[in-house]
């Protein structure tokens, strides 16, 4: 079941650097973790903003609240998420003859 | 070049019967046709909505206004697109050691 | 899976009076249907609006965009869809000892 | 009486950890207990937010601003409350002959 | 039961002038009618707006729909409907010693 | 003349306790004062907000706005204020013959 | 008493052209004359838009709507209005010693 | 040349007080200037709000954003700046005969 | 002086094809000449949208709203207007020494 | 291939006063360095706003981003982005014959 996500990241000024540095760090390779077990399906940068737009892959919705919940950056994230289904004009829904 | 564009439908109620089946076929042969040509590179469907989201590669902007212009339903549509890039922690840009 | 589904509903004034009675009437008998097959759990009104916040239990949300699309009132309709999950507060999620 | 709730929760970064525990203990216990005496009687997590979406079965208005007022987290929520009523394609309203 | 209720009235022009008045004279009778029997509590125009502001009172959320959605006007309002309940400042929460 | 006017409040949570419970203090005697001289004519709280929707009768809108400026918790307060008019459908507009 | 009122002009297109005509006209006529006789104390174009920002100088809030509600372009116009006083800073609030 | 301006104003809570009366003080000193020289043509207090609505007669834009830019309070402030020109029915643009 | 405008256009579906060729070919005339003029010195498209954003360079605010209420196909936009100045990074602000 | 984009810059108050200035003056430095470049070609400053809105010629979307995310002051902007393209009734769309 396919989610698109997008998170607005704001991290405050005031948090200690170092914990900064291990949040975007650890949250980088959970991303890359996802990203390789075909989880997290795509992963792009808005431009111009500290902002991603993602699509996910996932069982079900409490899988889809459960990872987001989970990311390091979460406290930091202003995230929407909308639900997609395949488009009836889309190329899987319409196989070659 | 990546753009995301959702597109929300909404055909006048008063409009030709067939008018709009014409126009409704010809939007889905034009999409599958994007699709198989590499440029239209993801099509979904929102729930719920007459919507849809989706990711284009096209050479430049010019291009993707072309693209989007030249829709059958493009009268009836309201559109957002926002640009798109890699991001840094997509697996694209992390290739495996 | 569940969704929580907000519907406000516009019937265009100059619809032929028959046709609205027919829409509302079948939309009434798909209504109580759903409900009979526990797909549509709840179903209230908002208080004074032509309006209902539903609870919808389906296998997946695309079994929630073909059933919303399928309403007869769905062309009259402003939906907003969002995707619910068990609450850790929730009874279900701690069961008495 | 039914109400529809929506909580969005927000704790301030700067909450003192203990206190912080404190809140989301009591405010859990109070949860369970209101949903066990049925006047909380729906609560959901809406997913990939800090949030929820609940019903509540109250006697009147007063109860309802009461009961919010009272729950240890409200400080920190924005809350919004929709009065509820039967809608007329209800299963409740419906009786089957 | 009180309720707060704001309506922002919008007649089509199209609408036939005979109907116009017909339903603007019941709608009038309607509301004299409830504020003689005390559930419209009160009723005052919004400066430079074709809108009311009014208070009713009423058993509770069902009895509050049922009235509006019976109003002559109702199909041409946009209504917003927002519980109260007595403010502890209030003089009737606060008798004289 | 009459206003109407939303008061929403957000005391900061780092004022000091003392401060706070000196400011709601002096906040509610003014208010009760007001509404026993006639100026503060309504005072109801809004279901589930820290809000408040009020009714003043004043000589003109200086008056209305040296009571609010003077409110104790008025930093504090978002505030919307809305001028009324005797509706055409009052009571009062509609002497009993 | 000072109110700030913004009129943001719509004249629907089928408008019957004699009637547009006689509207516009009439608007205008009365429109001199409530600023001949100081009531409409300044009236001014927002650059781009169909719109005025005016200042009328009534004696409350009951003449402030008669006025606009008597407007031959009423029916056309949203209309925003904001109640005014005297700034502490105003040359009037501090005549030279 | 006319701009209308909006100012809402908002001291942060933590400015030391003799820096807040110094900035009040010099804001107010120079409003008066600009009245007197004829630039700031009129001042008003919106009522309920920390905020004015004012009118400027400058040589031009860059005029206006300087003039704003040099305010003592600009840096608390939330500007909306609007251009504005003779309306069409103005007394200045119809002249008595 | 400069002013920054964006303008989206909506030309009603029912506009008799003639009036709308008519009024599309004299807009282009008509930002042509603005063009070779001086006037309009910057006008692009904005992407997947029948709206552009432009530069005007104008004597005052009545030569642009002049201009932009004299456009074919100003009846059928909405426009947004906004002031510029020089910005203190800008080239021009900054000879070369 | 052209960006347009708003910068609605917003340094904290508690930001120490040399790295402010120093930020500042390297966001001007870098500003004047790349309109020399031909890269950032319209720099302009919004009336009465710590604002600028810009036009920028890059490569493509990377290049947008990596130029944005690089400015000292970013992590102080709300930043808008809009891509462009050529206007069917820009000069450059119609050489003269």
Known sequence: ????????VAIPRD????ERTELVTTEKARALQLQ?????VHLWRVVGQYS???IFDVPDATAMHDLLW???????MTVQVTALTEHPSA???NPAP
Do not use: K, Y
């Not at 948090?15 to 170092?18: A, N, V």
């Open 1 to 8: 079941m396919l989610f698109h996500v997008r998170m607005d």
């Open 15 to 18: 948090l200690d650097p170092d």
């Open 36 to 40: 390789r077990e075909g989880t997290w």
């Open 52 to 54: 991603n737009i993602s």
């Open 70 to 76: 989970s990311l390091p950056l979460f406290p930091f």
């Open 91 to 93: 190329l899987s829904a």
